[in-house]
């Protein structure tokens, strides 16, 4: 069994910054894939990044936050970070994190192969 539990979140003016975390119990096994998905209201839950945890770590991003979203991860905590910069309005949402034993090559997005979920963060972006 895995659990997750996410820290960090908030509201923020637009061009802003933020830090929201994700830290990870249970097997590592159960959590080689790592992502991070928001849903804003009345719309479907997005992958916004992704990372294998395993010791050549491997990321990705949505496009609509290339530049200015950055995630990593930390072994020795076992945690999972999305650090966020130059934040939009867009970028409004509750933040999940999600953990998989196994995603598809080029599914990471896709939040059906994620098993484990988070309660979700909320992040603000205001104009």
């Known amino acids: 069994q895995v659990q997750l539990e996410e820290s960090g979140g908030g509201s923020v003016q637009a061009g802003g910054s933020l830090k929201i975390s994700c830290a990870a119990s249970?097997?590592?096994?159960?959590?080689?894939?790592m992502g991070w998905f928001r849903q804003a209201p009345g719309k479907e839950r997005e992958g916004v990044a992704g990372?294998?945890?395993?010791?050549?770590?491997?990321?990705h991003l949505a496009d609509s936050v290339k530049g200015r979203f950055f995630i990593s991860r930390d072994r020795i905590r076992r945690t999972v970070s999305l650090e966020m910069k130059d934040l939009k309005p867009d970028d409004t949402g509750i933040y999940y994190c999600?953990?998989?034993?196994?995603?598809?090559?080029?599914?990471?997005?896709?939040?059906?192969?994620?098993?484990?979920w988070g309660q979700g963060t909320q992040v603000t972006v205001s104009s």
């Open positions: 990372i294998f945890t395993g010791a050549a770590p491997t990321t």
């Open positions: 999600a953990a998989a034993s196994y995603v598809p090559p080029g599914q990471w997005y896709d939040p059906a192969p994620y098993t484990y």
């Open positions: 249970g097997s590592p096994d159960n959590w080689r894939y």
